[in-house]
């Protein structure tokens, strides 16, 4: 018997490098505002939502922002970030993330989406990966961003299984926290590969194979 019944996937980060872009559309609306942003701040927004992580960026302002301002700054990030996932194409995703994927799926594992972001489908379409998952749990399914489990919980519940029969794979720390309070096991890739609480912790994407019981 397969140890996991499904594999549950964050998208950004995971299955393909929009966390760049993301980057890139936030240091756009930190420069607008004179506000220091690099990398590493970029790293605490891995997973958490579009305003959750405008709300991070605005640690760093002197002054006051009005909730009017907000979205407005949260829309022209999205814009910004739309923009730049116009060129994606199927090519941006690693051949290895596609044959793991086909061999899992080959294997009778389930696979699902689970990410924080509204833009999930856009991307599936851009990159022609929707074919690749049973399911999809996104930002539009959700009210609680991760590290709440709610977007886990319910992409378990649109493939029919338990938490304790699906792995999360995860690039990001509060996703690796969020899979753990929702009983489901770990595997820590990218900038999560390093977090001791990820009970699986991945150098490379096709170790899910081993993991996972597939040939
Ligand atoms: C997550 C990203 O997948 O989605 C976060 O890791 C992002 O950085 C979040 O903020 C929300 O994304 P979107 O596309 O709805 O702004
Ligand atoms: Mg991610």
């Known amino acids: 018997m397969k140890k996991y019944k499904a594999v549950i996937f964050d998208l950004d980060g995971v299955i393909c490098h929009t966390d760049e872009y993301h980057y890139l559309a936030w240091k756009q609306i930190?420069?607008?505002l004179g506000v220091y942003f690099d990398r590493n701040i970029n790293n605490r927004l891995r997973g958490v939502s579009r305003m959750e992580s405008l709300e991070?960026?605005?640690e760093?302002?002197?002054g006051?922002?009005?909730c009017k301002l907000k979205e407005k700054l949260a829309y022209e990030k999205n814009e910004?970030?739309?923009k730049l996932l116009r060129n994606m194409t199927p090519a941006d995703v690693p051949v290895e993330v596609k044959e793991t994927l086909e061999k899992m799926r080959a294997a009778g594992i389930k696979t699902a989406i689970g990410s924080s972001s509204k833009n999930a489908g856009l991307i599936l379409q851009k990159t022609e990966l929707a074919c690749f998952f049973d399911a999809v749990s996104d930002g539009n399914c959700i009210t609680?961003?991760?590290p709440d489990p709610e977007?886990?919980?319910r992409a378990a519940e649109f493939l029919g299984e338990s938490p304790s029969d699906?792995?999360?794979v995860e690039d990001a720390f509060a996703g690796v926290d969020a899979a753990l309070a929702g009983g489901f096991a770990c595997a820590g890739i990218g900038d999560a590969g390093a977090y001791r609480k990820a009970g699986y912790r991945l150098s490379a994407f096709s170790e899910l194979l081993d993991i996972c019981g597939v040939e």
Request: contains cysteine; proline residues 0%; positive net charge.
């Open 30 to 32: 930190a420069d607008g």
């Open 56 to 58: 991070i960026i605005l």
């Open 60 to 62: 760093k302002y002197d």
């Open 64 to 66: 006051e922002v009005s």
């Open 80 to 82: 910004t970030y739309k």
């Open 144 to 146: 609680r961003s991760k």
């Open 151 to 153: 977007v886990f919980v």
């Open 166 to 168: 699906c792995l999360v």
